[in-house]
């Protein structure tokens, strides 16, 4: 502990680099997510393929993948672009999920009711199922996120991992307290990120807010009995 707090403007910009290499690939996979989601959910042979494509994808292990992109591509190994390509192939294939079991969350009656109004499938995806499949699509996302945060760590053995290379530097001089800051810092990231995701969520959707009111509210009722 006493070497973070030592070393605490060195970690604090190894922290900012490895929320670059986190989060960027989350924004990558939801940008390609949500409109592969969308169009594949109701083709129910097409969804299947790019589930099982995704799943696939995800079974690759990341170390195998942060050495092989360099070759796709032709990037140097210590390119950081290596590890924002590995995770969007990680975070795309969680989203490619997660989108359509979002949409699968909004009630039938209420995609009736749009369709009866004259939207067209677009425009009923864009403006009624996508706001109201919020509250599930950011529970994946806040996984993905979690998830990416722990793999960057994994970049740091092939010279790129952000606050990974406490880990690789702390082995190499046997100096546990580094690998303990580093511990502690991405677990705090970590934390920070799904807080302020499930905090976005909630501002997002204030609807589930008056729900729950509504719902407690009548069970408080209903526990005092007449009178």
Known sequence: MRW????????????????????????IGLVVAVPVGTAVRAVPW??????????????????????TVPELFGLSILDPLNVVIALAVYSTALLVRTVP??????PAMVVDAATAMGFTPLRRALAVELPLAVPVLISGIRVVAVTNISL??????????????????????DYPDQILAGIIAIVFLALVCDLLLYLAGRLLTPWTRSAHGRRDA???RATEGPG
């Open 101 to 106: 079991e979002a949409l699968d969350s909004v």
């Open 218 to 220: 009548a069970l408080l």
């Open 152 to 173: 960057v760590s994994v970049g740091s053995l092939i010279g790129i991992g952000g606050l990974g290379q406490l880990f690789t530097a702390g082995y190499q001089r």
């Open 46 to 67: 097409l969804r299947r393929t790019t589930l099982t494509a995704a799943s696939i994808a995800f079974t690759i292990p990341s170390l195998a993948l942060f050495v």
């Open 4 to 27: 973070l707090l030592d070393n605490f403007d060195y970690v604090v910009d190894l922290a900012r680099t490895h929320l670059y290499l986190a989060l960027t690939p989350l924004l």
